[in-house]
T-cell receptor, first 114, second 113 residues
Framework: KQEVTQIPAALSVPEGENLVLNCSFT??????LQWFRQDPGKGLTSLLL?????REQTSGRLNASLDKSSGRSTLYIAASQPGDSATYLC?????????????FGGGTRVLVKP | KAGVTQTPRYLIKTRGQQVTLSCSPI?????VSWYQQTPGQGLQFLFE???????NKGNFPGRFSGRQFSNSRSEMNVSTLELGDSALYLC????????????FGPGTRLTVT
């Protein structure tokens, strides 16, 4: 059974510092991994999608890496801003699961202090 | 292009009642998935529909059911509501296949009293 873990559960950094968010998964047989952002009480906003054949994906200040063999992904957010405060979730689609089922980690709650 | 829409956004129901939630996917998307989010359990997969067929189902009791219409819109129904069903219900849509990016709606906040 696929399990996804995100550590730490919460993180507080001063504005301008780079953020490093970790995601680990137990079964490396995945189609892809997706990072999301969630603001309190809101839906999920997709940040980056990494296919299993890719090593990294970049969008603006965001960069996500994927090491399938070790079951890890890292999301880097450069030069953090107070607007980056949110909960960040990673999720994988496993090859053994039918269809588009996402298995989520518990999320990392980020606070960027001005 | 319009995003995923969910209605209603908020609901308050009493134990024992039933509820129906609606999700309209992004135009052209044929896959719709439903998730339940609670503080204790996080995000849990309920089920996925593709071309009006349930393709995958999570570990939830039979009180939770869903369907998809020919225009890809989907509904989920919860019967005999329990206090523990209070949650944020999210739906996601994607193009065919497991390689596609999934897009989530704003969710429906269900409170059971």
């Amino acid at each position: 059974k696929q399990e996804v873990t995100q550590i730490p559960a919460a993180l507080s950094v001063p504005e301008g510092e780079n953020l490093v968010l970790n995601c680990s998964f137990t079964d490396s047989a995945i189609y892809n991994l997706q990072w999301f952002r969630q603001d309190p009480g809101k839906g999920l906003t997709s940040l980056l999608l990494i296919q299993s054949s890719q090593r990294e994906q970049t969008s603006g200040r965001l960069n996500a890496s994927l090491d399938k063999s070790s079951g890890r992904s890292t999301l880097y957010i450069a030069a953090s801003q107070p607007g980056d405060s949110a909960t960040y979730l990673c999720a994988v689609i496993g090859i053994k699961a039918a269809g588009n089922k996402l298995t989520f980690g518990g999320g990392t709650r980020v606070l960027v202090k001005p | 292009k319009a995003g995923v829409t969910q209605t209603p956004r908020y609901l308050i129901k009493t134990r024992g009642q039933q509820v129906t939630l609606s999700c309209s996917p992004i135009s052209g998307h044929r896959s719709v998935s439903w998730y339940q989010q609670t503080p204790g359990q996080g995000l849990q997969f309920l089920f996925e529909y593709f071309s009006e067929t349930q393709r995958n189902k999570g570990n939830f009791p039979g009180r939770f059911s869903g369907r998809q219409f020919s225009n890809s819109r989907s509904e989920m129904n919860v019967s005999t509501l329990e206090l523990g069903d209070s949650a944020l219900y999210l739906c996601a849509s994607s193009l065919e296949g497991a390689l596609g990016e999934q897009y989530f709606g704003p969710g429906t906040r269900l409170t059971v009293t």
